[in-house]
């Protein structure tokens, strides 16, 4: 069953998605790298999408949460400004940090914590899908989540 969760598409939101997806994914009970890795990617794409896709008007955020066995799938929707990922240059690691240009990280790091990381854009919106393979998990069991819970 997928659990979703909509906010306006603002910082002082970020803390309540990242609640949300707290709430649903530790019902799994993740190590807790995997729940650190999961947070700060969600924490990114949603920031990106609040500062880039929203930077001109506002509008909402949905995170969707499902989990088939082991794997987690969390899709962030909005209706912002479209985004082509594969224009962003890759970042600059070996430079000293002062010579590193602002920004530019969010792709590089949510790639590096999740499993899977596709954007997609269409007439319904955007729409950022991140997996993540979780272990302890046997058969095919498939989480139902509880309600979330709404600021």
Avoid at 75 to 100: C, H, T, Y
């Amino acid at each position: 069953m997928e659990q979703s969760f909509e906010v306006e598409a603002t910082l002082a939101n970020l803390p309540a998605i990242i609640d949300f997806v707290t709430e649903q994914v530790e019902h799994l009970h993740p190590d807790a790298r995997t729940l650190h890795q999961v947070q700060l990617a969600v924490d990114e794409a949603c920031t990106n999408v609040i500062k880039h896709a929203y930077a001109d008007y506002p509008g909402k955020i949905r995170v969707e949460l499902e989990v088939v066995c082991d794997e987690l799938v969390i899709n962030i929707k909005d209706r912002g400004k479209s985004f082509d990922p594969s224009i962003v240059p890759a970042p600059d690691l070996d430079s000293d940090w002062e010579d590193r240009r602002v920004g530019g990280l969010g792709i590089h790091l949510m790639t590096m914590l999740m499993d899977s990381v596709t954007y997609t854009t269409d007439d319904e919106g955007n729409g950022l899908k991140m997996t993540k393979r979780l272990s302890g998990c046997s058969g095919n069991d498939k989480y139902e989540g509880g309600s979330p819970r709404l600021p």
